[in-house]
């Protein structure tokens, strides 16, 4: 069964950094592309970034330059490096990735940017 866990949210700053981690398990993890979305009160979800099975990644424009997606194979783990964080990046961040054609999200982690 495939189950992913996230953690590493909490309060910080605006200009702070916080690390995300999302362990993976039922899957041959190398094999899939991961991703990271991010729902704020009152918003849908939404597309952060993901990172491919060969380490090809993509950003939503307003996280380009600020957060770093990573992924290392041999722990089964992908990482969300977020750095220069704004208020506006305050959300719950899930991880994401698809096997066939279900998709499998993690149990989310709550990011508060303020002052």
């Known amino acids: 069964q495939v189950q992913l866990v996230d953690s590493g949210g909490g309060l910080v700053q605006p200009g702070g950094s916080l690390r995300l981690s999302c362990a993976a398990s039922g899957i041959i993890f190398s094999l899939y592309r991961l991703g990271w979305y991010r729902q704020a009160p009152g918003k849908q979800r939404e597309f952060v970034a993901d990172i491919a099975s060969g380490g090809s990644t993509d950003y939503a424009d307003s996280v380009k330059g600020r957060f770093t997606i990573s992924r290392d194979n041999a722990q089964n783990t992908m990482y969300l490096q977020m750095n220069s964080l704004k208020p506006e990046d305050t959300a719950v961040y899930y991880c994401?990735?698809?096997?066939?054609?279900?998709?499998?999200w993690g149990q989310g982690t709550q990011v508060t940017v303020s002052s």
């Open positions: 994401y990735t698809r096997v066939g054609r279900t998709d499998y």
